[in-house]
């Protein structure tokens, strides 16, 4: 998708990830903190910096989720719609800087970031700009920086009929776990790991804690990359 067409939805992106999100019994804020909290557990909470990096930020739905878990970190929302960039500033302009992604290098010097966090961004992205987007990213991150990316699972039948019937998913690409993990590994992240999320909608809720034994089981609704430079 084209920073173009993120501009068209911007203002009705939070009532269309609502609708399309409507089956499984929650709103879009729960799977925006759901997120924030798995960047939270695997980094424990210790990043070798104190700036997080919301990659692909949109109108910032994972902004204060991510303010709350690393409450003494500098954000910055990144983006390549401006249209969605202006909605985040007007939502959370006290929690987060705001940048524009020209699509390329990452406005970041060699080092600065402790996370960098991606939420369902990359099946947006040309497949063959992932290698040199992952290198960056890796080239972003400090030592012991975090890379926690979150994606669709192609294999999930649910998560494929939402993306069908989701207007700003026409033209998404889904991504395999296992082809992510490889794109990541080759970027420089040796140590990449997939685990699969989010198998229970609300009315099942009670199931819930069951899921922390079913991330090797490739029929969750997303999966979680994370990988530590």
Request: glycine share 6%; with cysteine; aromatic share 10%.
């Amino acid at each position: 998708m084209s920073d173009a067409e993120f501009d068209r939805y911007a203002d009705q992106y939070q009532s269309l990830h609502a609708k399309n999100v409507r089956l499984s019994g929650e709103e879009p804020a729960y799977f925006a903190e759901y997120k924030a909290q798995d960047a939270l557990r695997l980094s424990e909470g210790r990043l070798p910096t104190a700036t997080v990096l919301d990659f692909g930020t949109g109108i910032g739905n994972a902004i204060p989720y991510l303010n709350r878990a690393f409450p003494s970190s500098r954000i910055i929302g990144l983006d390549v719609s401006e249209r969605s960039l202006d909605v985040a500033r007007r939502r959370f302009a006290a929690l987060a800087e705001f940048r524009a992604f020209e699509g390329d290098r990452i406005p970041a010097a060699d080092g600065e970031l402790g996370l960098v966090f991606a939420a369902c961004v990359f099946h947006h992205i040309e497949p063959d700009r992932h290698p040199s987007l992952l290198t960056e990213i890796h080239r972003s991150l400090a030592p012991g920086g975090w890379l926690v990316l979150h994606e669709h699972n192609p294999w999930n039948p649910l998560t494929m009929k939402a993306v069908r019937d989701c207007p700003f998913d026409e033209n998404a690409i889904l991504i395999r776990a296992s082809t992510m993990r490889q794109r990541a590994v080759a970027a420089g992240f040796p140590n990449a790991k997939t685990q699969y999320r989010l198998f229970f909608p609300s009315v099942l809720k009670m199931l819930r804690p069951m899921e922390r034994a079913l991330t090797w089981l490739p029929l969750g609704a997303q999966y979680c990359l994370s990988a530590r430079k």
